[in-house]
């Protein structure tokens, strides 16, 4: 176990003294009173990894000193000690903030683990702090780029929406920077210091994405050899960002939909209700209404998620942004020194209609800046021989060319194609089935 520092105040005090010690031995540094007061006062003076609190206690309980605590250290995880005539008081405190709660006597062992997941959580969670701190002063120094007015827009409407607890849903085509949006509503809030969970819904298998949002207890199912904390936990009082939501199975959609309403779920294979405060931002390049006319999306979910709805515009729909774009990609983007376009390169640009959106633009100008001999980037540099430079293609043509190509190029391993083309592996396979793609060799059989 690793070491941490742990906070401890019981008043029963043969019970903190033996705690100590063991905990001690195993290399811990451990505080232990007797005296809710004078942990309040270590709590001001020190930074814990882990608290564990009794709660009944004289001079304050339990309850206070956890409010009291998480005011000076809102990071800190609290677990408490309860008899068992306590356990409501102990519930509450889990709906104010504790990690979790034990009833006396505890098994050693028990404790022991239930502090290092604790204190595991509470590292996580200032490590989060610490790259959103990053973030923030990264997205709160700039504005999202674009001069266009469905860009202005789109920036005044994250502002004026970004400290409330509502949901959003963010919608556009894939590659048009959803989030980013996600990111801005959080960073532009006050929730700016707590975490910013991201889950891409359509990347985890139906079984297993129950467990990976709301977590589980050890033996829900088989593998489940440790409890595990769900991205809901880690996401306590932050955003958490549910990216391809139409892809998340219809059964965990009533279990989603609850807690957006309540706060209140379960881990796997646990009946203890937990409680926290998320705020939900989710994002999807698909018609949710289409889904739930067809019975593929729960309409009262898509209500509850569709409270502030945010259209991302697709880049050929904001052409004035492209220069910006590049520039901000040329000069921040890319380590392979000075680059500029010339006016045939930009021309290029300004014309193509982009179907993988500013995605597809940051990979077309990668490529150029690998391919270009000097420090300016010629409209050659910007497409292979074999690509068509006409830009008088249908949005459709040039998508299934652009994924058959994708396809050929990793030798149609489905889910890295589907990882390059930033998009759901059922997404892709929806479109290799829609398209009529088939592997080279599968092809030429059935030609013959």
Same mark, same amino acid.
């Given at each position: 176990?690793?070491?941490?520092?742990?906070?401890?105040?019981?008043?029963?005090?043969?019970?903190?003294?033996?705690?100590?010690?063991?905990? =001690?031995?195993?290399?811990?540094?451990?505080?232990?009173?007797?005296?809710?007061?004078?942990?309040?006062?270590?709590?001001?003076?020190?930074?814990?990894?882990?608290?564990?609190?009794?709660?009944?206690?004289?001079?304050?309980?339990?309850?206070?000193?956890?409010?009291?605590?998480?005011?000076?250290?809102?990071?800190?995880?609290?677990?408490?000690?309860?008899?068992?005539?306590?356990?409501?008081?102990?519930? #509450?405190? @889990?709906?104010?903030?504790?990690?979790?709660?034990?009833?006396?006597?505890?098994?050693?062992?028990?404790?022991?683990?239930?502090?290092?997941?604790?204190?595991?959580?509470?590292?996580?969670?200032?490590?989060?702090?610490?790259?959103?701190?990053?973030?923030?002063?990264?997205?709160?120094?700039?504005?999202?780029?674009?001069?266009?007015?469905?860009?202005?827009?789109?920036?005044? @409407?994250?502002?004026?929406?970004?400290?409330?607890?509502?949901?959003?849903?963010?919608?556009?085509?894939?590659?048009?920077?959803? &989030?980013?949006?996600?990111?801005?509503?959080?960073?532009?809030?006050?929730?700016?210091?707590?975490?910013?969970?991201?889950?891409?819904?359509?990347?985890?298998?139906?079984?297993?994405?129950?467990?990976?949002?709301?977590?589980?207890?050890?033996?829900?199912?088989?593998?489940?050899?440790?409890?595990?904390?769900?991205?809901?936990?880690?996401?306590?009082?932050?955003?958490?960002?549910?990216?391809?939501?139409?892809?998340?199975?219809?059964?965990?959609?009533?279990?989603?939909?609850?807690?957006?309403?309540?706060?209140?779920?379960?881990?796997?294979?646990?009946?203890?209700?937990?409680?926290?405060?998320?705020?939900?931002?989710?994002?999807?390049?698909?018609?949710?209404?289409?889904?739930?006319?067809?019975?593929?999306?729960?309409?009262?979910?898509?209500?509850?998620?569709?409270?502030?709805?945010?259209?991302?515009?697709?880049?050929?729909?904001?052409?004035?942004?492209?220069?910006?774009?590049?520039?901000?990609?040329?000069?921040?983007?890319?380590?392979?020194?000075?680059?500029?376009?010339?006016?045939?390169?930009?021309?290029?640009?300004?014309?193509?209609?982009?179907?993988?959106?500013?995605?597809?633009?940051?990979?077309?100008?990668?490529?150029?800046?690998?391919?270009?001999?000097?420090?300016?980037?010629?409209?050659?540099?910007?497409?292979?021989?074999?690509?068509?430079?006409?830009?008088?293609?249908?949005?459709? =043509?040039?998508?299934?060319?652009?994924?058959?190509?994708?396809?050929?190029?990793?030798?149609?391993?489905?889910?890295?194609?589907? #990882?390059?083309?930033?998009?759901?592996?059922?997404?892709?396979?929806?479109?290799?089935?829609?398209?009529?793609?088939?592997?080279? &060799?599968?092809?030429?059989?059935?030609?013959?």
């Amino acid at each position: 176990m690793e070491p941490y520092r742990i906070l401890i105040a019981d008043d029963e005090m043969s019970f903190i003294q033996l705690l100590q010690k063991r905990l =001690s031995r195993q290399g811990h540094e451990v505080f232990a009173f007797s005296s809710p007061i004078e942990a309040l006062k270590a709590v001001a003076a020190k930074s814990f990894d882990v608290a564990l609190f009794d709660i009944k206690m004289p001079e304050l309980d339990g309850l206070d000193l956890l409010a009291k605590a998480k005011e000076v250290q809102p990071t800190l995880e609290v677990v408490m000690l309860t008899g068992h005539g306590d356990i409501e008081t102990a519930i #509450e405190a @889990m709906k104010r903030g504790a990690y979790d709660y034990l009833t006396k006597p505890v098994e050693p062992a028990k404790l022991e683990l239930t502090l290092q997941k604790a204190a595991e959580k509470g590292r996580l969670i200032k490590k989060s702090i610490g790259l959103a701190a990053a973030q923030k002063t990264h997205i709160g120094n700039r504005p999202l780029i674009g001069k266009s007015s469905s860009m202005l827009w789109l920036t005044e @409407m994250i502002k004026r929406v970004a400290d409330s607890d509502s949901p959003v849903l963010v919608l556009g085509e894939s590659g048009t920077g959803k &989030e980013l949006v996600a990111q801005a509503l959080h960073f532009w809030s006050r929730r700016a210091d707590q975490p910013f969970i991201p889950l891409n819904v359509g990347t985890l298998p139906a079984h297993l994405a129950e467990s990976e949002l709301f977590g589980h207890v050890k033996g829900a199912f088989t593998g489940a050899h440790t409890a595990k904390q769900g991205l809901v936990e880690l996401a306590h009082r932050g955003t958490l960002f549910l990216d391809e939501i139409a892809e998340l199975d219809i059964s965990l959609q009533v279990k989603l939909l609850r807690f957006l309403e309540t706060g209140e779920f379960r881990r796997v294979g646990d009946p203890a209700v937990r409680h926290v405060q998320v705020r939900v931002v989710a994002a999807t390049n698909r018609d949710l209404k289409e889904m739930v006319a067809a019975g593929k999306f729960r309409k009262d979910l898509y209500y509850r998620l569709n409270v502030v709805s945010l259209p991302v515009p697709p880049l050929r729909e904001r052409r004035e942004d492209i220069p910006l774009l590049v520039s901000y990609f040329l000069n921040n983007r890319f380590y392979h020194g000075p680059k500029e376009l010339s006016r045939e390169a930009m021309e290029y640009l300004m014309a193509y209609d982009y179907p993988g959106n500013v995605r597809e633009l940051v990979n077309i100008l990668e490529r150029g800046v690998l391919l270009s001999r000097g420090s300016v980037i010629q409209k050659e540099d910007l497409y292979y021989p074999w690509e068509s430079a006409c830009q008088d293609l249908k949005l459709e =043509s040039v998508e299934r060319e652009h994924i058959n190509r994708v396809l050929r190029q990793v030798k149609w391993d489905k889910p890295k194609a589907a #990882e390059l083309l930033g998009i759901a592996l059922r997404t892709l396979y929806r479109k290799i089935e829609y398209y009529g793609l088939t592997p080279p &060799e599968q092809s030429d059989h059935l030609s013959t």
